[in-house]
T-cell receptor, first 113, second 113 residues
Framework: SQQGEEDPQALSIQEGENATMNCSYK?????LQWYRQNSGRGLVHLIL?????REKHSGRLRVTLDTSKKSSSLLITASRAADTASYFC?????????????FGRGTQLTVWP | NAGVTQTPKFQVLKTGQSMTLQCAQD?????MYWYRQDPGMGLRLIYY???????DKGEVPNGYNVSRLNKREFSLRLESAAPSQTSVYFC????????????FGSGTQLSVL
C-alpha cells in the first residue's frame, strides 16, 4: 500500500493566501520529498527534507517534518494562480536498501485570481 | 537537454493486445522507475531498477514485465492488456542514492478497450 497520504484531497484558495498541505506516512523514513504536478504533465521535484531535519525553506515553500507523528506539511506562502497544481509527498523507506520511493494520493490545489 | 523521454505519448489497445512502453534517460542515472497514476490513487510503483542489470517489483507489478536494456533504457511491457491497466504511466530516474530527487518523463496515456 502507499506510504504517504496527503490531506486535504483538495484545497481551494484565493491568490495571496497561504496554502497548507499535510502528509502522513506509515514507516520510518530516510527523507521525505514534495513534488508538484501540473495538469497533464510529469511530476517536478520541489523540496526534500531529511529525517534529522525539522524545517526547511525554499523560496515561498516551507516544509516541516515531525518524525514522532510520522507527518510532514508543505506551506506555500502568498499563493499565485500559477501554483494551481497537484502536490504529492514521497518517502524513501529507511528499511529499503534499493531506493524505492513511494508517493501519496496528492492534494489538488486551486488558486483563484 | 532531453532528460527522461517516454514513448509513445498516447496509445489505445484492445483487451489482450500487447505493447511495450519505452523510456530513456540521458542523465547517466543508475535507478529507473515505472509508476502508474490513476484518478484518486496517486502514483503507484510498478517496477524499478536500482541499477543496470537489476529489476524489482513495486506495489502493483501484476500484468507487467520490465527490461533494463542498458543504463539509459528501461522498458515496460504489457503482455496481455486488460481494461484495468488503463492509466497514465510515468517513467522516472535518479542517480540511485536514497534522498536524491526523481526526474519524470511526460507520461504515456494508455487506454485499454
Amino acid at each position: 500500500s502507499q506510504q504517504g497520504e496527503e490531506d486535504p484531497q483538495a484545497l481551494s484558495i484565493q491568490e495571496g493566501e497561504n496554502a497548507t498541505m499535510n502528509c502522513s506516512y506509515k514507516t520510518s523514513i530516510n527523507n521525505l520529498q514534495w513534488y508538484r504536478q501540473n495538469s497533464g504533465r510529469g511530476l517536478v521535484h520541489l523540496i526534500l527534507i531529511r529525517s534529522n531535519e525539522r524545517e526547511k525553506h525554499s523560496g515561498r515553500l516551507r516544509v516541516t517534518l515531525d518524525t514522532s507523528k510520522k507527518s510532514s506539511s508543505l506551506l506555500i506562502t502568498a499563493s499565485r494562480a500559477a501554483d494551481t497544481a497537484s502536490y504529492f509527498c514521497a518517502t524513501d523507506d529507511r528499511g529499503s536498501t534499493l531506493g524505492r520511493l513511494y508517493f501519496g494520493r496528492g492534494t489538488q490545489l486551486t488558486v483563484w485570481p | 537537454n532531453a532528460g527522461v523521454t517516454q514513448t509513445p505519448k498516447f496509445q489505445v489497445l484492445k483487451t489482450g493486445q500487447s505493447m511495450t512502453l519505452q523510456c530513456a534517460q540521458d542523465m547517466n542515472h543508475n535507478s529507473m522507475y515505472w509508476y502508474r497514476q490513476d484518478p484518486g490513487m496517486g502514483l503507484r510503483l510498478i517496477y524499478y531498477s536500482a541499477s543496470e542489470g537489476t529489476t524489482d517489483k513495486g506495489e502493483v507489478p501484476n500484468g507487467y514485465n520490465v527490461s533494463r536494456l542498458n543504463k539509459r533504457e528501461f522498458s515496460l511491457r504489457l503482455e496481455s492488456a486488460a481494461p484495468s491497466q488503463t492509466s497514465v504511466y510515468f517513467c522516472a530516474s535518479r542517480t540511485g542514492a536514497s534522498g536524491e530527487k526523481l526526474f519524470f518523463g511526460s507520461g504515456t496515456q494508455l487506454s485499454v478497450l
